[in-house]
């Protein structure tokens, strides 16, 4: 949480920083990070119920990716994602078993998703600081591996499959400390992630003169 509220304060500085768009036609940036969703919190939960089983999760953070082309003023398009996984480990797991006998057992399971899209942004950052917008849509395809222990594979759990995923993009901002290299913090309303950060690379565009254009 206190992540969050240094990440989101850093942000609302770098906008009110921002005045006019600096994203060129033909520009090309790269974003490279890790972020944060709400399938990864609830998969990463540990709990107990009594008489029935207990879980003990874990899950990875949100690795993220984009790459965003200028194509205008104002105006850029890309394609972006992400990947995490989350693995659960029920212990004291109670089924029926083919003889119609009732039998505890443990098991395990992985979940994977990998999400891949479109985006297009409106920019307004000015200068080192590239703020902007916009909204993502694309697929997110989920694998289950389960490994169990004399035990069927319980109904509830699907073997994956793939559905489409929309993203809107509140406000993400590019905060460059040299030409073509700086940090980067975006907030996402749905999948894969709904804050990341990390590593940015952006190439032609002149910031040394950080000039309002």
């Known amino acids: 949480m206190h992540f969050l509220k240094s990440s989101l304060l850093i942000m609302a500085v770098c906008v009110a ?20 969703s709400f399938f990864g919190l609830l998969g990463s939960l540990n709990f107990s119920i009594q008489d029935e089983f207990e879980m003990e999760g874990k899950a990875t953070p949100v690795y993220t990716g984009a790459i965003d082309y ?18 659960q480990n029920i212990k004291n797991y109670t089924y029926i078993d083919a003889n119609g006998n009732e039998t505890i057992s443990n098991f395990k399971y992985e979940i994977s998703r990998v999400n891949v899209g479109l985006r297009a942004l409106f920019h307004y950052g000015n200068g080192k600081v590239d703020a902007y917008s916009g909204g993502k849509i694309g697929l997110t395809y989920y694998s289950v591996d389960v490994e169990t222990q004399n035990v069927d594979n319980p109904s509830w759990l699907r073997t994956g499959g793939t559905g489409f ?20 913090i975006e907030t996402g309303i749905g999948a894969p992630c709904f804050i990341s950060g990390g590593i940015c690379l952006g190439f032609g565009e002149d910031r040394t003169s950080n000039s309002n254009r």
Request: charged fraction near 10%; proline fraction near 2%.
């Open 165 to 184: 995923a929309l993203q809107l993009i509140p406000v993400g901002v590019r905060a460059y400390v040299s030409n073509n290299i700086g940090i980067f």
């Open 70 to 87: 200028g194509y205008g003023e104002h105006i850029s398009i890309g394609i972006g994602g992400g990947y995490q996984s989350v693995s």
């Open 17 to 36: 920083m921002a005045s006019h768009s600096q994203k060129e036609k033909g520009a090309i940036a790269i974003n490279a990070g890790v972020g944060y």
